[in-house]
Each structure stands twice: as structure tokens, then as C-alpha cells.
């Protein structure tokens, strides 16, 4: 098994652009998961989807951050503008069901200057 | 809401010592997981703990899981260099939900 897979490992980005980072889930893991990880503010859920269907959203930090799932192999966490305090590393993570630990993705680290 | 803090947040240990990792969690948590960050990695599942007295152990580490106390420990028997890394425990908030709220982390640093 692949795990889950992050792209890209790296992001460089200007303020304003449009970021899109991408993720494919563990074949057969119902349950998805964006993280954020920042020194400032360790590790904060973003959004989660059960059945590619968004659960809870609370997490996402304001308009400019939207995600989607498709289908049950790949979600999308897109920031639009994009600004220097999201500067981060986001993680993606998935897992089977119910109290399985969550398998996290290599993140993807993003710098927007 | 859930919060779960963690400490020490630092902690700096010589070889062969012995040490614990507290965790204390806010609200009723169902269950409870520990994870492994080596530096600019992603995360390791280390444990998972479903009920109030569960230990469980991989080679020097030890976690165990009070839900009366609402208390989580990791122990570290003779600690090694290979075991710097921070770790991080996390609680779950129950029902349908696999949601994880994460705790601080702890940056252990194991000296020669």
C-alpha cells in the first residue's frame, strides 16, 4: 500500500494566487482529513469527509479555504487569495473506520510571500 | 469542546533515563492515540487506546489511558537517541466521529 499521497511536497506562491493541494486517501479509508501545522499553532483540523461527503468544516480558517472530494480516492484543499499567514504545512490524512488510527500523508508544505 | 494539552513540551533526557509524557484531555473522550513526528516528517501512529485502564507497549515505550482521570501517559523505559522526535497525543471526540483534536506535542531530545 502506497499510503496516502501528497501533492506537492513543496509550494512557493505569491499572495493572491490561487493554491490547489492534492491528496489521494488510502484505497478503502472512508473517513478523509486536512490538517494544518504551524510552530504558532501546532496541529489544527481543517475539514473532514466520511463517504466524500464534508463533515465538519468549523476548521477552516475563513472563505478563502475551500475543499472537495469528488470520490473516494482524491480531495482537493484549495486557498483563493492566498496570503502569507498561510504559510503552513497541510497534511492529509484517512482512515478505515472508527477508532483506526489516522494514516497522515508526507504534507505538503506551503509558502506564500 | 475538546482540548488536549501535553507536557512537559520540552524535554531533554540522558540515555538509559526513564521518563513520562502526561496528556490531559478537556471532556469525555472515547478513545485516545499517541503519534511519532521526526523532524519535517509527517506522522506515525504509535498507539491507539479504546478504554479506561488499556495499556499498551512497543519496545521502550509504554502508553496507558485513565478516562476517570482524563489523563493519557506515555513512558519511556531507558531512553535512546533513536527516540528523539516529538510526539503527540490525541483525543477523539466519540460517537460517528473519528475526529482527532491534538495536543501541543512534546519535542523529546534524547542525549548520548
Known amino acids: 500500500d502506497a499510503g496516502v499521497i501528497q501533492s506537492p511536497r513543496h509550494e512557493v506562491t505569491e499572495m493572491g494566487q490561487e493554491v490547489t493541494l492534492r491528496c489521494k486517501p488510502i484505497s478503502g479509508h472512508n473517513s478523509l482529513f486536512w490538517y494544518r501545522q504551524t510552530m504558532m499553532r501546532g496541529l489544527e483540523l481543517l475539514i473532514y469527509f466520511n463517504n466524500n461527503v464534508p463533515i465538519d468544516d468549523s476548521g477552516m480558517p475563513e472563505d478563502r479555504f475551500s475543499a472537495k472530494m469528488p470520490n473516494a480516492s482524491f480531495s482537493t484543499l484549495k486557498i483563493q487569495p492566498s496570503e502569507p499567514r498561510d504559510s503552513a504545512v497541510y497534511f492529509c490524512?484517512?482512515?478505515?473506520?472508527?477508532?483506526?488510527?489516522?494514516?497522515f500523508g508526507n504534507g505538503t508544505r506551503l509558502t506564500v510571500t | 469542546e475538546l482540548k488536549v494539552e501535553q507536557n512537559p513540551l520540552f524535554l531533554s533526557m540522558q540515555e538509559g533515563k526513564n521518563y513520562t509524557i502526561y496528556c490531559n484531555y478537556s471532556?469525555?473522550?472515547?478513545?485516545l492515540y499517541w503519534y511519532r513526528q521526526d523532524p519535517g516528517k509527517s506522522l506515525e501512529s504509535l498507539f491507539v487506546?479504546?478504554?479506561?485502564?488499556a495499556v499498551k507497549q512497543e519496545g521502550r515505550l509504554m502508553a496507558s489511558l485513565d478516562t476517570k482521570a482524563r489523563l493519557s501517559t506515555l513512558h519511556i523505559t531507558a531512553a535512546v537517541h533513536d527516540l528523539s522526535a516529538t510526539y503527540f497525543c490525541a483525543g477523539g471526540l466519540g460517537g460517528a466521529t473519528n475526529k482527532l483534536i491534538f495536543g501541543t506535542g512534546t519535542l523529546l531530545a534524547v542525549q548520548p
Open positions: 487506546l479504546l478504554s479506561n485502564g
Open positions: 471532556t469525555t473522550s472515547d478513545r
Open positions: 490524512a484517512s482512515s478505515l473506520r472508527n477508532n483506526s488510527p489516522l494514516h
